[in-house]
């Protein structure tokens, strides 16, 4: 059809709808389009912006076969209290047919510090599993083949010490680093903008980032060294294009670090991975996915000139959205992530963790998590979404969506650019307030019923109190102040003193990697607060400022 016909026709169709939309005005203003036409992608070029599947801009999808090859990794997000509960629970999961483990650590571990600090007190084991030393993490992974399983470990200021903790237990059950599979999220910068569980100042840190991107490439090579994480800017309150924009400016700065620091782009970029959120708005979120793998595709090759494939491939692991989890009626939760969970494979992610339906009011129980588990397999094997490569494409819509959010990604990293770079956009608070301008907007839609929340602003009942929540007791910090201080007195403490002595020198030397000393001091069972504070000595500690 020829442009100007479709064009009167759909003047007549919007004249005709008008008048009809005025007896639906809570339906009449949504910000996108009511009908979409080849109109909305005029310009649109499949070379240059779809392809196939496998190849550059990598729309379609990062892999030729994608889901008719294999499916996605099932890697449930677990971990609480101890190392031997989360070791249950990792076991119980793999026996369900989960095919990878994603381990959730406490907030002292995220954050550096013992579960016998002061500081600790009253969160050890609460929102994760409480890991202060190697003897813990040789508990964690007891009786499971570190060989034959990939694990992500959500953990970012300290990773460099908790894959130092990973690479010594495999070691201890013969398994040689180069065999390892697996990704640590390790990305501080949204820790900045939008999580808070930072220990250094953002200089060091990158430091220790690019120590891990080294060292793996040398002698970790199958091991995604950098997960660089958008799941926690969504949940913070940005939008999808936000989400990406701020995302990849992060990304950027990583691969800038890494060749700063004499690394070539080509030996790390095909190791780095990126970690989106599946929010409730189907489409919105499939047109994100694609719009991303576009835009770091030409980020890789356009302006770092990176020559491997593999390096402008953007892989990506997916979560469910947790601030979407309502503690209303939290059994219509089954069906947020059973959507949100058919977003993440129409927009073909790599692996995934759905949530729970009870984690807006506890840890999930393990009738919870395995119904969680049972959403994904029911999505690959009865759904029919993983039969079809990309299955969406060439919608009008999905199309002309994926363009606006490739567009509005580019002008945020273009104003990131302006500024210097994420790094000062995070130390001016840019990020931050974008953010926050974004969640705001949101909460008002929901206050003034602009935004239906199913049971929270609209549909309510009368609800009586959840029973069988799991609670993680106190006595777990106690346990763990226990195992501290027999692991204290049993260890070679002149081999500890020795190793973390071996570490401060090593880390007042801006130009000496790091990774070898700390796998070192872990082996001799210095815990996770002793390395960590080695480096507080030498590099300080963050604190948080917002000057616009």
């Known amino acids: ?35 979409y036409t080849p109109l909305d992608v005029e310009g649109f070029d499949y070379e240059r912006d779809l392809s196939f599947p ?6 379609r999808g990062v892999q030729p076969t994608m889901y008719r090859g294999r499916f996605w990794t099932m890697r449930q997000y677990a971990g609480f209290a101890t ?37 600790s007190e009253g969160e050890v084991g609460k929102v994760g599993v409480a890991i202060d030393s190697l003897a ?6 007891d009786s499971i083949d570190l060989g034959k399983v990939s694990t992500s470990m959500t953990i970012n200021a300290p990773a460099a010490v908790l894959l130092a903790m990973y690479i010594a237990v495999a070691e201890k059950q013969g398994v040689a ?18 999580r808070g569980t930072y220990i250094f100042p953002p200089k060091p840190s990158m430091r220790l980032i690019t120590n891990i991107f080294e060292y793996c490439s040398k002698n970790v090579p199958n091991w995604n060294t950098i997960s660089i994480s958008g799941y926690h800017i ?15 400016a992060d990304g950027i700065a990583y691969v800038d670090a890494a060749i700063k620091a004499g690394l070539n782009v080509d030996d790390f970029a095909g190791r780095l991975s990126f970690f989106w959120n599946a929010h409730n708005n189907v489409l919105e979120e499939v047109a994100k996915f694609r719009a991303s ?3 770091w595709a030409k980020v890789m090759k356009e302006r770092f000139g990176a020559a491997k494939p593999k390096s402008w491939m953007l892989r990506v692991h997916t979560q469910t959205a947790g601030s979407m989890l309502t503690a209303q009626q939290p059994e219509n939760n089954i069906v947020r992530v059973a959507l949100q969970t058919a977003a993440a494979v129409l927009g073909g992610t790599q692996s995934l963790h759905t949530n729970s339906k009870d984690e807006a009011l506890a840890l999930p129980t393990e009738d919870s998590v395995r119904i969680a588990l049972r959403t994904q397999q029911i999505v690959a094997y009865e759904s029919g979404l993983a039969d079809v490569v990309d299955p969406l494409a060439g919608s009008y819509y999905i199309e002309a969506l994926t363009n606006k959010i490739e567009e509005e990604c580019w002008n945020y990293i273009k104003k990131i650019d302006e500024l210097g770079g ?4 995070i130390e001016k608070g840019y990020i931050q307030k974008e953010i926050q301008e974004s969640a705001y907007k949101w909460q008002m839609e929901v206050e003034q019923k602009q935004r239906i929340i199913v049971g929270v602003n609209q549909f309510q009942i009368k609800e009586k109190p959840v029973e069988g929540l799991m609670r993680v007791d106190a006595s777990v910090g106690e346990m763990q102040k226990k195992k501290l201080a027999d692991l204290r007195a049993k260890r070679d403490n002149a081999a500890v003193k020795e190793k973390l002595a071996a570490l401060e020198n090593a880390a007042k030397d801006e130009k000496t990697n790091l990774m070898p000393f700390i796998l070192d001091a872990v082996k001799v069972y210095a815990t996770l607060g002793e390395v960590c504070g080695v480096l507080r000595k030498v590099f300080g500690e963050y604190e948080a400022h917002v000057s616009l």
Not at 234 to 248: H, K, L, M, N
């Open 1 to 35: 059809m020829a442009n100007e016909t479709l064009k009167a026709k759909m003047q007549a169709y919007t004249a005709k709808v008008e008048k009809s939309l005025e007896k639906f005005p809570e339906r009449k203003n949504l910000a996108h389009n009511r009908l």
């Open 54 to 59: 496998g190849e550059f801009p990598f729309t």
């Open 83 to 119: 190392a031997e509960e989360s070791n249950k629970r990792y076991r119980y999961l793999l026996e369900q047919g989960q095919t990878g483990l994603s381990c959730a650590f406490d907030l002292p571990t995220q954050i550096g510090y013992d579960s016998d600090d002061p500081i």
């Open 136 to 141: 813990d993490m040789e508990i964690l992974f």
């Open 177 to 194: 680093a180069d065999q390892l599979n697996g990704t640590i999220q390790n990305d501080i910068l949204k820790e900045y903008a939008a």
């Open 234 to 248: 969504r949940e913070a309150g940005s939008t999808a294009a936000q989400e990406i924009a701020f995302t990849i």
């Open 293 to 295: 793998r576009r835009v």
């Open 422 to 425: 994420a790094v000062v956009a």
